[in-house]
């Protein structure tokens, strides 16, 4: 499994558990406000603080998982993941030669791998000397 695949996984597992969470939560609120409606209704004058404690309590739980739902949709919308390009460097094999080419990694390319074709300056026979990931550098700031 390679590293972005596994990324890919594990960030669906927490979104996942995620929605789960807010969907537990949006159904206890929506729980709570019926319960407070019911006993604001049904309950007498002695428990109206508590049927407002209860519609409090559910107003805020739906409004931060409502919140909490745009927001994990919002990120998720924007993380982008780009893959790093991988390189193989092929050399010729005769010492006069040295010619060196490279060229993004093709599945099935190995280090000491003989590679197909024939050395375009020599016509000599060629191998896979490194494949590597290419690197970005980030911008350097200066502070002044």
């Keep these: 499994m390679t ?14 558990y995620l929605m789960l969470i807010v969907l537990v939560v949006m159904a206890l609120s ?4 019926f319960l407070a409606f019911d006993t604001f209704l049904f309950g ?10 209860l519609a409090g309590l559910g107003i805020i739980a739906l409004i ?3 919140f ?6 919002k990120q998720a919308a924007e993380i982008k993941i780009e893959a790093p390009k991988v390189m193989t460097t092929i ?4 010492k006069g030669c040295g010619n060196k080419t490279m060229r993004e990694f093709q599945r099935g390319d190995y280090v000491f791998k003989d590679f197909d ?16 990931k290419e690197i970005k550098e980030k911008e350097k700031t200066y502070a002044i």
């Design 3 to 16: 590293s972005q695949t596994q990324t890919k996984t594990t960030s669906n597992k927490v979104a996942s």
């Design 64 to 66: 931060t998982a409502v």
């Design 30 to 33: 929506i729980v709570a406000l």
């Design 44 to 53: 007498g004058e002695d428990n109206q603080l508590a049927a407002l404690i």
């Design 117 to 132: 074709t024939a050395c375009p300056k020599c016509g000599g026979r060629q191998i896979i000397t490194a494949a590597y």
């Design 68 to 73: 909490l739902l745009y927001q994990s949709r």
């Design 91 to 94: 050399e010729c094999q005769n």
